[in-house]
């Protein structure tokens, strides 16, 4: 396993306490699922950072051993494996989408379909839990539209704030994506 999507959040909404917070938060569910070894990076865009540039060169494999992508450009192309079959958490669990209840499809990203910065859509570079936004993605690449937004798994749209009560009310749970940079 090189790629998981987050089993539980943080518990404060979109505050991760910065980049720092959020990759620990990845390698202790790691860790948990016997895949410690590696160092775990959070797929989460700041201010000083891009996602795509945090996350090692690939490929990435799931619980299951699906290749999700052979490299950062196939990641972020079409080509890449991210959907609800494939994007399961660090047991193999799968999140629900759209159509579940709850639904949490709304992935914390702060970025473009790149792997770039969507400035001012980060919660204060996931250190905030209050005013603000968060940009999304859907992992089960289903939307309210039929359009390539609703279908990204990195850059859908922005959440309804950044506290624990708003990140529900457009579909998500606080949830981030992992992947093992080495």
Known sequence: MSF???????????????????????QQLAEAAGAGAKTWRAYLSTGLENARDRIGSGPWYNANGELIAQDVDALHSAANNINKQTGLTESGATVNGRGDDPNMHDILTGSTPEGT??????????????????????????????????????????????GAADLPKSGGNGLFYCFAAN
């Open 4 to 26: 998981f999507i987050t089993s539980v959040g943080s518990g404060d909404g979109a505050n991760l306490a910065g980049l720092a917070g959020a990759d620990s938060h990845c």
């Open 117 to 162: 910065v969507v400035a001012d859509m980060t919660c204060d570079d996931w250190t905030s839990n209050g005013e603000g936004a968060a940009f999304v993605g859907h992992h089960d690449r289903i939307g309210l539209r039929d359009d390539a937004p609703s279908k990204s798994w990195n850059a859908s749209h922005p959440s309804r704030g950044c």
